[in-house]
């Protein structure tokens, strides 16, 4: 198919400072979790993003300097020359398939606590240091020599990012993470010299930077700033009366702008509390303020709208962070007319959580990121299947689709059994919950794949039985039948089951979804799960009218959801919905009409009233079909079956991130060659230094 003329604009080329980049689709710099640890897994990412038609792909924020480090982050450093080859290997590998490559210098200052360095952090003004741990150490305030040296040090930074083959050499000002922003705004900087007081002051150090940024490397390289438009809390920091002063202040410096909006974790909400392009409004008006490019961000997954963004004058490029992780192959599906192919961004912030555990990124939809070197994954391509023979999939719940649409682009013949009359499994359930809905994109994407598969069969309202599976029509058989919701209160707290007197009215979050949640004015939510399911069943209730206890050991509602940057806001939700919280409490007991509850502290005891207590802790493998092949292992051969495998919650319940990746894990691995005990990963060693 060919490109639909609606889009040409998306394609047009754009000179950015003195270079030009192919087309509209930029990558703005994100984090990964692969950092200085994976350099060469990082490098295949960005890489696989370049050849899925990105014009520009960036890293993720640089260190500049080793007086500001932000351990136990590992996002990517460029201390000194012994960090340029592996900078240059992503430039490179970018550079591959005819991208630009751009670099995000940062000096985190006040964010960064110095735990691997040690030295004392630095700021425009002495803090507290602001990380998201709340560490016990503060900052210094910048005298004038200080700033001299942080001016030396990001020219350096600049001309090594050259000297590594970038073609694009970020100023990062933005998202209160690091020495720009906090010297731009009031709430961080109360200095009374010239970098401090009014606006000009304030932008000062950023005017110098860019101005000896350009002169050091701007001869090749563009150089843009990234700039929070406002942080969202009036006079108090930034506002976006002053951004468009700053506009006008720093005049054309800037080879381009990419306007954030306040905190990270403002303008990578997720999907249950920000739509697409929520961001769009605070653009207004920015982009008549200068002649440069403009980029913007917004979790864009749709060609149209990008494409009436840059029409309507709003932005000239489409930033895009999620969307590219979730489908690195966007910009060529526009490219060929294949729309319909986009793997879109469910908002969910899986990725985010790479970061925040310091551990490769992973993707809800896309299973391969992360993976395109460590594995050899490839988003779009899968090698052709290795045998004839059949594949039996039962279960199609996000394990059981991926593999299905895996595997069917294998070539293998695949049979998908699905007890009910729905594709998606949980994604198809839990998309129905208050803020959930773009989740079924994960079943929308790959259904849109099976309808392309001659190859692959699905039968729906096929609950299939052992009995059924030894009649013998399939060799391989691979399970995929999920998990349901524990009714006894086994999760993370308790390992036996709770106490539960006869006649009360326990329930689930499968209950809800069922439409078999029991009667009751007053419900108790236990949370013992600690994600987002159970503050996601308290909202679904206050909007029936119920009222809600939400109970948790934790410190926190949804303690996890720190790792997708959420829990501030479902805490926020909760209360102003009027659910009442109750933290560092532990649910003992439940009786007819109320609940035991101890302080995790004291042990302290107190009665709670509760016509149903709703158990959101842990949830069971469905797996009793897989028990009962393997017990019947001996009747395997008469039936011809040579494997049987079971895979995502049917195994072990997770995410869904999870079951995505199992289900691919699946599909690659099926008739590859074994490999015995060996690391099933390529993974990087530190050089060991010599002994001196
Ligand atoms: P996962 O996240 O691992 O994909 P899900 O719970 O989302 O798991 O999906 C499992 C799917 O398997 C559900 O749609 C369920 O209806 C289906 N299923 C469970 N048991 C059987 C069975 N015996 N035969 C066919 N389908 C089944
Ligand atoms: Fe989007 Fe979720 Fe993938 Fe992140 S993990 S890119 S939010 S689908």
Redesign the pocket.
């Known amino acids: 198919m060919a490109r639909d003329p609606r889009y040409d604009v998306l394609f047009e080329p754009l000179e950015i400072g003195p270079v030009v980049t192919r087309n509209r689709f930029y990558q703005v710099p994100h984090c990964n979790g692969l950092g200085y640890r994976d350099p060469t897994a990082n490098a295949w990412l960005r890489k696989t993003k370049a050849e899925g038609g990105w014009g520009v792909v960036c890293t993720e924020q640089v260190e500049i300097h080793h007086t500001s480090d932000i351990n136990p982050f590992i996002e990517l450093r460029l201390w000194d020359d012994s960090d340029i080859p592996m900078l240059a290997r992503i430039a490179d590998k970018i550079h591959e398939h005819e991208a630009l490559a751009g670099i995000e210098l940062a000096y985190n200052g006040l964010n960064g606590p110095n735990f691997y360095g040690r030295e004392v952090p630095m700021a425009p003004t002495a803090f507290p240091i602001a990380s998201f741990t709340y560490d016990p150490v503060s900052a210094r305030t910048m005298d004038l020599e200080d700033i001299r040296n942080l001016r030396r040090w990001h020219k350096a930074a600049a001309l090594r990012g050259k000297q590594a083959g970038y073609d694009i050499v970020y100023l990062y000002a933005g998202h209160a993470l690091g020495f720009f922003h906090h010297f731009l705004s009031r709430r961080y900087n109360f200095r009374s010299d010239c970098y401090g007081g009014t606006l000009e002051n304030r932008a000062r150090i950023l005017k110098e930077i860019l101005i000896e940024t350009k002169e050091a490397v701007g001869d090749t390289c563009a150089v843009p700033c990234r700039l929070s438009i406002s942080e969202l809390m009036g006079s108090a920091g930034l506002e976006k009366a002053e951004t468009e002063d700053l506009v006008g202040l720093l005049a054309e410096l800037p080879d381009l702008w990419d306007f954030c909006l306040a905190g990270w974790e403002n303008d990578s909400q997720t999907s249950r509390f920000a739509e697409e392009g929520f961001q769009e409004e605070h653009l207004d008006g920015l982009k008549q303020l200068t002649t440069r490019p403009v980029v913007g961000v917004g979790r864009y997954t749709s060609p149209d709208r990008m494409a009436s963004l840059v029409r309507s004058g709003k932005l000239d490029l489409i930033g895009c962070a999620r969307p590219s992780i979730a489908d690195p192959f966007l910009p060529a599906k526009v490219e060929r007319g294949d729309v319909d192919d986009i793997r879109e961004c469910i908002g969910c912030n899986i990725c985010v959580s790479g970061d925040f555990t310091m551990s490769p990124i992973r993707c809800t939809q896309n299973p391969t990121m992360g993976e395109e070197w460590r594995k050899g994954w490839h988003p779009e391509y899968i090698r052709k299947r290795e045998s004839d023979k059949p594949v039996l999939l039962?279960?199609?719940?996000?394990?059981?689709?991926e593999a299905a649409q895996a595997l069917g682009k294998r070539r293998y013949e695949v049979t998908l059994?699905?007890?009910?009359r729905?594709l998606?499994?949980?994604?198809?359930r839990e998309c129905k919950l208050p803020g959930l809905e773009a989740w079924s994109r994960v079943r929308d994407y790959r259904v849109q794949q099976l309808h392309k598969l001659p190859n692959v069969e699905v039968y729906l309202e096929?609950?299939?039985?052992a009995n059924f599976l030894l009649e013998g029509e399939f060799p391989r058989i691979a399970i995929?039948?999920?998990?349901r919701w524990r009714r006894d209160g086994v999760g993370h707290q308790w390992t036996t089951p709770i106490a539960m007197a006869p006649g009360t009215r326990i329930a689930t979050p499968d209950d809800l979804m069922d439409g078999n949640f029991p009667d009751g004015k007053s419900v108790l939510v236990w949370d013992d799960d600690h994600y987002y399911m159970a503050g996601v069943l308290a909202e679904a209730l206050r909007r029936r009218g119920c009222s809600v206890n939400y109970v948790t050991p934790a410190t926190e509602v949804s303690s996890w959801t720190k790792n997708t940057m959420e829990q501030f806001e479902i805490h926020k939700r909760l209360l102003t919905m009027g659910v009442k919280i109750h933290l560092s409490k532990n649910l003992m007991s439940v009786d007819e009409d109320h609940a035991v509850l101890s302080c995790m502290f004291t042990g302290a005891e107190a009665r709670l009233a509760t016509d149903v207590t709703a158990l959101v802790t842990s949830r069971s493998p469905?797996n009793e079909?897989y028990d009962e092949l393997r017990a019947r292992s001996e009747e395997w051969a008469d039936a011809g079956i040579e494997s049987v495998a079971v895979?995502?919650?049917?195994e072990a319940p997770a995410t869904?991130a999870h079951?995505v990746y199992?289900?691919r894990r699946y599909a690659e691995e099926l008739d590859a060659p074994p490999i015995g005990d060996a690391v099933p990963f390529k993974r990087e060693l530190a050089e060991l230094a010599p002994l001196v």
Do not use: M, N, Q
């Open positions: 039962v279960g199609a719940g996000p394990a059981g689709l059994a699905e007890a009910t729905e998606g499994g949980r994604v198809s096929s609950e299939l039985d995929a039948t999920g998990s469905v079909l895979f995502g919650d049917a869904i079951a199992a289900g």
